[in-house]
C-alpha cells in the first residue's frame, strides 16, 4: 500500500480542525451540605468543576440546572467557585434551566454568563424561606421531657420541640432579611442592564416562567442545552458530560453505630432521616414537583 494511501486513513483533518469541546455539568437536586444521591453542595461538585474547566480545548462549560434551591451557603460557595474557575481560564459560562431553577437553584444560574430556559420552566423565586417541624405536642404526647441548657440567653433558636416563641420569630426574620439583601445585590450585579432594579415584585419570592422570566431579564433567552450550544459553536460541536460523584444515600438511617442497648439511638436516627425527606420533599412541593 502506498504511503499517500495509508496516510489516507489517518484523521488529518479532525487535527487541522478540531471539533469545540463544551462541558457539561448536572445540578439536579436540593442543594444542601447533606450528602445524598440528590443533593448538590461544592463537596458534591468541586471535583467536577476542576474537570470540566480542565478539558483539552475547551470552548465553554454549560450548567444543566433542575433545582428547588435550598442552602445559600452551598449556593453562593458553588457560585463562587463556577466565577473563579470561569475567570481563572477565560471561559464563557452558559446555564439552562429545565423543570426548575428557583431560589438557590437561580444563584447557580446568575454564576453563567448566559442564561437560557424552556418557555415552561419555572424560575427565579428570589427570596428566603425556613422551613421546620413543631413537635412539642408529639412529644408531650409519649410523656417525652425535652431538656436544653445553654450558655447565652439566644443560644437556642426554634426548638421544635418547644412552643414557638415569637421573639425567635422575629430573630429569624432578621437573618432571613440580611441573607434575602446579599441574593438581591448579586442579582443586581450579575444581572446589570438586563432587569429593572427596581422591579420589586422581582424580588418578592414570586417565581415566574421561562417567558415570564425573559420579559423581566432574568434570564436571557429560550432554548435547549444542546440546540443553543449546536448554534453557537456549530453542528460538529462535543458536549462532555462532567459526572459530579455523589453518596448514594438511603432512606433508612445506618444502625451501626447503635445496638439493642440503644434504641433511641435507632429511633432518632430513624425520625431524622424521615424529617430531611419530608423537607426535600417540601422544598420541591413549593413549585408543584
Known sequence: MALRDMLGWLPVERWRNPHP???????????????GRNTISLGSHAAALEHAFSLSGLNAVAL????????????????????QLAE???VPVYAFAEDVAASGGYWLALAADTVYA????????????????????????????????????????????????PEDVVRLGALQRDIHDSFKDLVRSRRAGKIDAADTMLFSGEVLTGRMAVA?????????????????????????????QRRRRFWWPRVRPYTVSDPQGIVGAAVGEALDWLETRAIWARFGL
Open 88 to 90: 481563572e481560564k477565560s
Open 21 to 35: 469541546v463544551v462541558a457539561v455539568i448536572r445540578f439536579d437536586g436540593v442543594i444542601g451540605s447533606r450528602q
Open 118 to 165: 424552556e418557555e415552561a420552566s419555572l424560575v427565579g423565586s428570589i427570596g428566603v424561606v425556613t422551613s421546620t417541624f413543631g413537635l412539642n405536642q408529639l412529644i408531650e404526647r409519649f410523656g417525652i421531657e425535652r431538656r436544653v441548657h445553654t450558655a447565652g440567653e439566644r443560644k437556642s433558636l426554634l426548638d421544635p420541640f418547644l412552643p414557638e416563641d
Open 216 to 244: 423581566r431579564g432574568l434570564v436571557d433567552g429560550i432554548g435547549d442545552l444542546r440546540g443553543v450550544m449546536r448554534g453557537r459553536f456549530g453542528e460538529r460541536v462535543r458536549l462532555v458530560p462532567v459526572v459530579a
Open 64 to 83: 444543566a440546572i433542575n433545582s428547588p434551591g435550598g442552602s445559600p451557603v452551598q449556593s453562593a460557595l458553588l457560585y463562587r467557585r463556577i466565577r
